[in-house]
């Protein structure tokens, strides 16, 4: 059966090309490449590009224009090509003599038409050759050269014959592929050319109309295992002339799959009897009878698929024969029209079945489940009747008392079967059943445990999806202490406050789902006794109240009882915080989802028992700050994280750990950086965490070393430290004006204040020009004069010496403050290094910076050596973003230019 669906998956996929191989996919610009693997496909290239590299083993050129495959001889390496959907037409004769290992050609799609023994006479190599939706026109023997081959696919070639050649070639073929040509009849003769290939077993003919079998076909091709007629019109007297002509074969697979066999008679498949079939599908036919002892001519038959049919009777002589049955699929096979009544499944209808494993009849319209429709099924494992027509409505003692027969029985389906009540012992009949299915009905009762009574050795019961109809009581689980895993999401009503709690009988429970249940009300004794429970599902449900320290009694610490948890799932509870002790002793918890909660400030230690932790979900918060004390334990080996959609605060205090986190990381964050957004401070609004920049908190490092070192030094020491480090330039700057006073190296500003020639020197970026004739210049038409190196200096002069010579005579000296000035040269290297030394020199308070963009005091010192507090308040000016405070900045900048410069 696995075999017969490797082999028909790419059959559909080439017949529905307009759905599967043809559906549209971006041209890529480039090749990919993958150690000895290149990915060509979808370039739209006329021709195999000549710059691969040269070990190339697997080449796919496919879904492109080619129409030769020449270049092909740079890369002798080549195992593997795939060149389908092309338009090529003719496979070059020195093809394979310039590739001597090719060992797989996919030809599907193009324009091949003739094809002789000339173009693959050097394929010694090929074991897989793909020619299917071309134009093949067979000239002589084609084949014959290829011995090595393994694999042959010509469907949908407009062949007429599955006559490939006169005489017995491709003695390693395996499978053969003819579906979708116009082959009508199969002669006596067809398959003669494989009559030495002693390794044949599957030959496909999806997808034919054909009409005739002619005696003697299959003779040579004795040893056929598969044969796959899947999608052909047949009819019922075709098929038994098949099983006449099958007889005396190594035949175990046979697919008739939508072959449209409407009905079948007891002598439609006489012919098989001495066969060796193990699997049969006859699914989709739109089957409506099945006469009794059809199928007794299959004694071995494993596998049988009736899927897929409109079968309105099966009586115990159904499937007389198939004594040694393990599968029966009747998924669908029983259906309902709008005309007709449920179909009919007599009482021992499976009688025959004595090795039946595994009974399918999912979706399946019958009448009723009468007292011994299950009678005889011996060794039954597994029994699926999920969303099935037939309605139980209520699950008695006596409903499944037919499958007492089943000593096996460990899996029952009753998924959507709509069941509305349990009655007292409703399984007690089913004492080895292990998993029962009760999802997505409609129960309404309280559980008092009476229901579940018999089920002494189950492991799972699902009874999820029941919109919220079951109440729970104390002895709800009394009688199933062996249970492992309980699903009762969308399920329950009523509270689970109560004493003791209803899973404390549980002692084994491992998996436990109450998700979506709007639970409110649980004690701390919620989990008590559950010591071995690994997943609680407790997402979608209201236990906000339980974990707020407001909450009458303090916190509910319903989680202290199950410290072997690997799974935790509280997703959208409305928690927004976490008792401290809330996680204490975690220790195996490897999974921890809390997204969609109102969580932001966390307490330092809640996490620090989560050693194991490898997936953390905390997306869609409020969380603003992430910080080691929090976070450091449960990211340290971490595997996956999700954090985004947060309204992170990106500030040194708040981010500045995580971002380094994220940025150093090997574990897998996905979303990020695209959903991992800043929403305070303004500088950092709607950007990116990864954005942030780590070098804004530098000026605060030396602070924390310093503040370690001094927490042992006296108080004077300790005052004198931070003196020195936080005002020490300061110090430095007014020692050296003192000295120049001390000196007489100062002039009486009354004397010296006419000797300038210029109000202020410019000094800014190229970038800005524009800035500063728009909003500086027009100040000049009024009451000053500025100095501009483009506009002023003196041709023939050099730049050195009109920097000097101008700034001396300028009684102000403007730094127009942005990004590019800290980046020019000239500027970091001489001006602002004049201009400070002239301010000390001249005893002068005449710098005024305007700020054009927001430069940190730590980048403003590292380029120009310039501080804010270096200067007078109304010297440091900023450019405000509104136009009707632009007047306000030209009074104040005015102000600063008239401003005296004597330094007090």
Known sequence: MELMKLILLPLFCMCFHGHCAGTAYPHKSKCTIGNTKVDCSHMNLDAVPADLPKNVTTLDVSHNRLKTLSSLHLYSNLMNIDASYNSLTVIEEDLCLSLPHLQSLNMQHNEVHLISEKYLKNCFQLTRLDLSDNRLKLNGEPFSVLKSLTWLDVSRNTLKSAKLGTQPQLPNLMTLVLSGNEISVLQKNDFSFLSNSSAFRVLILSFLSLKKVENGCFQTIARLSDLVLD???????????????????????????????????????????????????????????????????????????????????????????????????????????????????????????????????????????????????LHLKTLDLSWSITGLKTVTNTTFASLQESPHLQTLNL?????????????????????????????NQQLKGDELEGLSNIKEIDMSINQQCISLTNTSFIHVPTLRTLKLGRALKGTLDMEPSPFKPLVNLTILDLSNNNIANINAGFLKGLYHLKVLKMQHNNLARLWKTANPGGPVLFLKDATKLSVLDLDYNGLDEIPLNALHSFFELHELSLRGNLLDQLHASVFDDLQSLKYLHLQKNLITSVQRVTFGVPLSNLTDLYMDHNPFDCTCESILWFSEWLNSTNASVPGFPQSYICNTPNAYFNRSVMHFDPLSCKDMTPFKALYILSSTAVLMLLFTAFLAHFQGWRIQFFWSIMVNRMLGSLKDESITEGRYAYDAYIIHSAEDRPWVERSLLPLEDEKFNFFLEDRDAIPGFSQLDTIVENMGQSRKIIFVITEMLLKDPWCRQFKAHHAVHQVMEDNRDSLILIFLQDVTDYSLNRSLHLRRGMLKPHCVLNWPLHRERIPAFHQKLCSAIASTNRVN
Request: charged letters at 15%; hydrophobic letters at 40%; glycine letters at 6%.
């Open 415 to 443: 998924t959507a079967m709509s069941i509305n009540k349990l009655a007292p012992g409703a399984f007690s009949s089913l004492g080895n059943l292990t998993t029962l299915l009760l999802g997505h009905n409609f129960i």
């Open 231 to 377: 999608y052909s019109k047949i009819s019922l007297q075709f098929t038994t002339s098949l099983c006449e002509e099958l007889a005396g074969t190594a035949l175990r697979n046979l697919s008739l799959k939508n072959t449209q066999q409407v009905t079948l008679s007891n002598t439609t498949f006489q012919g098989l009897d001495k066969t060796n079939i193990t699997v049969l599908d006859l699914s989709s036919n739109k089957m409506t009878k099945i006469a009794d002892g059809t199928f007794q001519w299959f004694p071995r038959l494993e596998s049988l698929s009736l899927e897929h049919n409109s079968l309105k009777h099966l009586t115990k002589d159904t499937f007389l024969g198939l004594g040694n049955l393990r599968q029966l699929n009747l998924q669908k096979a029983l259906i309902k029209s709008h005309t007709s009544s449920l179909p009919v499944i007599e009482d021992f209808s499976f009688l025959h079945l004595v090795q039946l494993e595994y009974l399918c009849m999912a979706n399946t319209a019958f009448r009723e489940i009468t007292e011994h429709i299950f009678s005889g099924l």
